[in-house]
């Protein structure tokens, strides 16, 4: 069986974002269903409607090309003010112009995030599926809430707490199914 096109989107643009190491704890995770990467979101200049009519940026240009190449997107984010970090709604506006030429239509796309609390990112994940879904992707239920520790997920990306690491493996592998029966 081939391995799908994973695209990573961190909402967080944190050198030492806890949803970047989550992200790559999953991408290894997912290793036997996916072959994935991390899309740049961080580069991106804000969404202007001027830029998008002068000249569509290079890097939103970028951003739409790897996440139309993926077979699925994966969103690991944290919450921001109780909702959506910045960054992520501007990677979601960018890739969802010209209006009519976005790239969420149809597109699989399951969602995660991480905090020090027990449910940090629920309200994220709400608007994320709400934004998300209207833009036509078809979104994975549930919420995931990973209650973040230190050593979690250690430096080379590996889950080393076993009961952590059983669970984020049975929501790649749900995913996996989820892509591969919308993408058959």
């Not at 050593?151 to 790649?172: H, K, N």
Request: charged share 20%; net charge neutral.
């Amino acid at each position: 069986m081939a391995l799908f096109t994973l695209a990573i989107i961190v909402g967080s643009n944190r050198k030492a974002s806890i949803n970047r190491k989550l992200a790559q704890g999953l991408a290894g995770l997912g290793a036997g269903a996916f072959t994935a990467h991390i899309a740049q979101i961080d580069d991106l200049p804000m969404y202007n409607q001027d830029l998008e009519a002068e000249s569509f940026p290079a890097s939103a240009t970028r951003l739409k090309d790897e996440l139309a190449r993926a077979d699925a997107v994966l969103v690991v984010t944290p919450e921001h003010n109780r909702s959506i970090p910045a960054v992520l709604k501007n990677a979601i506006d960018w890739a969802s112009r010209p209006s009519g030429k976005g790239v969420w239509g149809g597109k699989p796309l399951a969602i995660i995030g991480t905090s020090p609390g027990g449910v940090g990112t629920a309200c994220a994940q709400q608007h994320l599926r709400d934004i998300l879904g209207n833009q036509g992707a078809l979104v994975m239920g549930g919420q995931m809430f990973i209650t973040w520790k230190d050593g979690l997920i250690d430096d080379s990306g590996t889950v080393t707490v076993e009961a952590t690491r059983d669970f984020l493996q049975g929501f790649m592998d749900k995913f996996a199914t989820l892509v591969g029966k919308l993408t058959a």
